[in-house]
């Protein structure tokens, strides 16, 4: 069973955890638009037990450098200088993080956050975060 599925089957008890999010987009043409990248991140937030607490938002920015994305530096910034309130930090998806033409350096900056205690996720499909009971649910 995957992690949304357990979380929709889990008790409505359990400990509500704090996370940020961030979101990016290179131009106003994309279909991955910044809310809709907050709305699905909303979703899954909900499903999560999630509290969105912060957000960090690259408008309008190439995800193949971290040069220019005066968002994902300061989350990086909040997270390594111990002002992060949050557990977590939910993304859209991966290309949302950065299109970065190595995948080391990518994997750099995830690092980066767990090695001070934050996760980074990327939010799934909306056919994954359906419960099983529903009839639209169908299995990755």
């Known amino acids: 069973m995957d992690k949304v599925a357990a979380a929709r089957e889990s008790p409505k008890e359990r400990r509500r955890v704090r996370a940020a999010q961030y979101v990016r987009m290179s ?20 499903v999560m037990a999630y509290d969105i607490v912060a957000t960090y938002e690259d408008p309008g920015r190439s995800g193949l450098h971290i040069e220019g994305r005066p968002g994902l530096k300061k989350l990086l910034f909040d997270i390594e200088h111990g002002l992060a309130d949050y557990e977590t930090v939910v993304v859209y998806d991966v290309s949302r993080w950065g299109r970065f033409q190595s995948v080391d350096e990518s994997a750099s900056y995830e690092y980066r956050c767990q090695m001070a205690g934050v996760r980074i996720e990327f939010a799934p499909s909306n056919s994954r975060m359906m419960a099983p009971s529903d009839p639209m649910y169908s299995r990755p």
Do not use: C, G, P
């Not at 131009?27 to 909900?46: G, M, P, V």
């Open 27 to 46: 131009t106003e043409h994309q279909t991955y638009s910044l809310e809709n990248q907050k709305d699905a991140i909303r979703s899954y937030a909900e």
